[in-house]
């Protein structure tokens, strides 16, 4: 005979917390920068909700959000638990101070819940109310209640059981002295190798571009304009973090649909958002404060590349040809910024050969995630306005870019100003070749497949750049 105690279901109903419980995020964050992203003026709008009421905020949020429940970051040890728990028979109940549109959206495409309790448009279901609803329905110390915040434990002093979910250490510690713990889920990854892997410090290296003015001009013997430019650089990364964090907040779910992106800390529910917002306040605030000490001139700079990182964030990205000629100029900005640092303006040709050798690359990007989209047989990107049709266009494009950047260098070296800087400027001429390698090199992989869909990781990793890279230093050595 069947053991019934086995097979009965337990008599206790699951309580499960949705935000950063059964999901790595937390959903009214997540909604708010959506909305953000897809209508900027809702940070205007905000406020004024607020003035109305929590619960109306939340509502109004919603309203103008969008949220893909089969794309969230899910715990999934908790995940496979409340399945098996679902199979013995058991009554489970998603618990969320969040909107009970989404709740219940999460809820439909889980196919777990018997009952969802969420906020509305006129009240917040805050932990008091949770208590008073769930207690009103089950029971003192009737249910057991799986969570992982600081504010779970005035629950938890009314439950039967409790389930940890990725607790802080010292919530894990509280917990297990005063309540009686059935389970504790934990899958976080050490704290400073998820920030260093959001901040993306490999990116930097694009700041390099800062010290292109002073290299230029033969000025690198200055000791107050190497300083200039350092500090340049240091402004330029603490910027880029706060940039690259806020673009990842505001890509949450195209970067969940994509293939490697969906492995960000963001975007996996790995870094919070809360402690990404103040990465970005204090990188950003930081970033200005060093700015006093340069010119005047290169803070103007900073805030027109912060302000056209916004753009190309909100808008732009989504504007086909418009964003990698966007991602182009913000290249091109760095030097512009380099040469405010130390007061050497950048000449014509410099700016001209940046913008189509950065055009050229900002295009590999695309070309090489259409590729992966084509491969997987789908037609168009996630938030991006491209279709597998356009791989050939942007092909054409991209080479010609590429060769017009070549072209730009040997005028600049046949140029009056070359003749005058260089003792041997006929030396220079061997960098069109090598120049003209590397961008055909590029394109062949990128064909071929054989790309990362970032050419500055690429760089990075192969060995052949860091030859092109030596040989062009060594060229420029010996006509100097």
């Known amino acids: 005979m069947p053991n019934q105690e086995k097979d009965k279901p337990p008599d206790y109903p699951l309580c499960v917390n949705l935000e950063c419980t059964l999901i790595k995020s937390d959903i009214d964050y997540e909604l708010f920068f959506a909305a953000v992203a897809r209508s900027f003026h809702v940070l205007f709008l905000a406020p004024i909700w607020l003035l109305k009421g929590k619960a109306n905020f939340k509502q109004q949020v919603a309203m103008r959000a969008s949220l893909i429940p089969e794309l969230l970051p899910y715990h999934q040890q908790l995940l496979h638990y409340l399945q098996e728990q679902k199979k013995s028979g058991r009554k489970l109940i998603l618990v969320t101070e969040a909107n009970n549109t989404y709740a219940q959206k999460i809820a439909d495409y889980l196919d777990l819940f018997d009952e969802v309790l969420a906020s509305d448009e006129h009240s917040i279901l805050c932990d008091d109310k949770r208590v008073e609803l769930i207690q009103s329905k089950h029971g003192v110390r009737e249910f057991d209640y799986a969570g992982s915040a600081q504010t779970d434990k005035k629950i938890w002093r009314y439950a039967r059981k409790v389930i940890l979910v990725n607790p802080h250490p010292a919530v894990r510690t509280a917990a297990s002295q005063k309540f009686d713990i059935e389970q504790i889920f934990d899958d976080r990854l050490p704290a400073s190798r998820v920030l260093l892997s959001a901040i993306r410090p490999h990116q930097w290296l694009k700041n390099i571009l800062l010290f292109v003015p002073l290299l230029a001009a033969h000025r690198i013997d200055n000791p107050q304009l190497v300083t200039q430019a350092f500090l340049s650089f240091i402004v330029f990364s603490l910027c880029t973090t706060s940039v690259y964090l806020l673009n990842d907040l505001f890509d949450l779910q195209s970067d969940r649909a994509h293939q490697r992106k969906r492995d960000r800390p963001l975007a996996a529910g790995q870094l919070s958002i809360k402690l990404a917002t103040i990465v970005i306040l204090v ?198």
């Open 283 to 480: 990188s950003l605030l930081t970033a200005i404060t060093i700015a006093y000490f340069l010119p005047s001139s290169f803070l103007l700079v900073l805030a027109s590349y912060y302000i056209l990182t916004l753009l190309y964030s909100l808008w732009a990205k989504r504007v086909v040809l418009l964003d990698v000629l966007i991602l182009a100029i913000l290249y091109t900005i760095r030097i512009v910024a380099g040469g405010a640092a130390v007061e050497i303006p950048p000449s014509f040709w410099l700016l001209a050969f940046s913008m189509f050798l950065f055009l050229s690359l900002a295009i590999i990007k695309r070309y090489t995630e259409l590729t992966t989209l084509n491969n997987t047989n789908k037609n168009s990107t996630a938030g991006r306005d491209y279709n597998v049709m356009d791989i050939d266009l942007l092909v054409s494009i991209g080479t010609s870019s590429g060769l017009i950047a070549v072209l730009v260098l040997a005028l600049y070296i046949n140029s009056n100003t070359v003749i005058k800087m260089y003792s041997h400027p006929e030396v220079i001429w061997f960098l069109c070749p090598v120049i003209l390698y590397w961008i055909g090199r590029a394109w062949l992989l990128t064909k071929r497949g054989e790309m990362h869909d970032d050419p500055v990781i690429f760089a990075i990793k192969d060995p052949a750049s860091w030859w092109v890279f030596a040989i062009t230093i060594g060229i420029l050595f010996f006509a100097k």
